[in-house]
């Protein structure tokens, strides 16, 4: 399995998404990962599309993020772009995700909810 095929795998399993059609090639069914479960279900479903390189940098351009945010919306998801670096002189990848900081920022409000309502019930971690 190649390097990126690895990667895409790697991101649908850790964050529980489904793979995507020729790996997000068709317009129909964009990205690498995708959450298919309905809206009642979660208010944060993901349209995550993963990049791969083998160099110690990977450039992001606002036109790519605006299309992709923008397909995401369209399709009632948040769009995340994972990214793993994993120079050659590297053992191991660095993987990071770029997301919006109004989802960022979502997202940790409802952390810190949860950490409010664990904490009030006494309920340990």
Do not use: C
Request: charged share 30%; hydrophobic share 35%; no cysteine.
């Amino acid at each position: 399995m190649k390097g990126w095929q690895e990667h895409e795998s790697y991101i649908q399993r850790m964050l529980g998404l489904d793979s995507t059609i020729a790996s997000g090639a068709k317009f129909h069914d964009p990205g690498d990962a995708v959450d298919h479960r309905h809206p009642s279900e979660s208010d944060f479903r993901i349209l995550a599309d993963a990049k791969y390189t083998e160099k110690a940098s990977y450039s992001v351009n606002l036109k790519f993020l605006r299309q992709m945010t923008d397909k995401a919306v369209e399709l009632g998801k948040r769009f995340i772009l994972p990214i793993r670096l994993w120079p050659n002189t590297e053992q191991l990848p660095h993987d990071y995700v770029v997301v919006s900081l109004d989802d960022f920022a979502e997202l940790l409000e409802k952390s810190r909810a949860w950490d409010d309502l664990v904490g009030k019930q006494g309920i340990s971690t």
